[in-house]
């Protein structure tokens, strides 16, 4: 089996074969936009059987991460990962994991992030899930929002006190307005991934990126401008407003954007397809109950590619240190570690201290975003904790201002 480097001139072979792995055909989505169309042939990877026919496929994009801190790093966005069915269970996966994760290294890459379409595929990889989305649904009827207890805050926009204005504006007469709100959005938002100007030229993507009819409700500040959106369609199901993201640059703008969404007629339910957990419209609801979750799942997983580089680049909130002594089977390295936080900046340097604890890379990645606390994935039987305190000191240490979340599909 060989792994060979794709270039433009495989683009159409490529998708062939990707979308042969996924069962699929090559369908343009409504309004033009195909979801491949901003792949990057040259950071793409052909996995060739013996007769010269390529019957595996894997790529890269490259995306801005954002860490906790509103730290900005680069970070490879695997995608397309395939294997003809015909030569499943060959080890063709893992060749081409294997060169991909040497290749993004040897080309500077200490982190890497990828969508599972299954959550058994990627762990054996090093990859841990990092952050997680759910689904919300709210009936028409129920949707009466609470009168905010704290005064002068952005949460009094839900009283009607909002002193932006809201648009309602076809996909198509949207300009660039959502990608920059979009990246003003993503700048702040742990986890949240670029998304390129690429991807939004081209129409790449899901929508609202892709430039698939939606109505897109734009907020904007009491200047005029634009800081938040919500883009929905009506039906499918029937009598369902679904919201396909809201992005708002803060609480006032979200806070005026659900309302407006959960007013709107001739709809007995809203669903919002991704929010985070613990989202804050469940606590505007003023009936708590109203707002069921459901579809609760992973969301970005993150594979740490440089244990030390990918430590120190994130922030941190809180002073400490720990000894991490950190296995990473696929790779066949194992490497102990004193990370030390001092005034929000982390040091990361070799020890040969008692370890506090011992984690599998991929654990570690579920950590990494501070969606996860250590003493979860002790208790999970997953993290070696090797005293009492130990797991206690490491939830205080991982723990960030803000959970991450991942909105971006790719
Ligand atoms: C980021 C993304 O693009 S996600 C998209 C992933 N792709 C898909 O879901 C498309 C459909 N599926 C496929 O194309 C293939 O089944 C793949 C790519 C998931 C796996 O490819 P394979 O070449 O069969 O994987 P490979 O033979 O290297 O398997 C490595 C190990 O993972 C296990 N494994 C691989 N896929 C799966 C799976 N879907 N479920 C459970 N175990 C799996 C194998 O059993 C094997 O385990 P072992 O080392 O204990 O023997």
Redesign the pocket.
Known sequence: MDIRPTTDQDFDVFVDTMLA???RFRDALPGGGLWWAALEMDRGLFAVAKDGRPV?T?AAYSFDLTLPGEVLVPAAG????????S???????????RHQLTELRAGGDFLSV?????A???R?FGYGPATRTQRLTVPRHKAALARPRAHGTAASAATGADTGSVEVLRRSECGEILEEVYDRYRRAQPGALSRPHRWWALGAGQPPVSPSPRYVAVHRDADGVPDGYASYALGDPASTLTVDETIAVDDAAATALDGFVLGHDLITQVVFKNVPPEHPLRWRLADFRAGQVSDDTDGL?VRLLDVPRALTARGWFEDGELVLDVDDPFLGERSRHLLTVRDGKADCVPTDREPDLSLDVSDLASLYLGGTAPSTLVRAGHIRAHHPGAATRADALFRTDRAPYCLHWF
């Open positions: 792995a996924f069962g595996g894997a695997v995608t397309c990962v395939g294997v003809l069915p030569h499943r269970r060959q080890g063709v996966l893992s060749a081409l994991m990828l969508l599972a379409s299954e058994v595929i990627y054996r997983w």
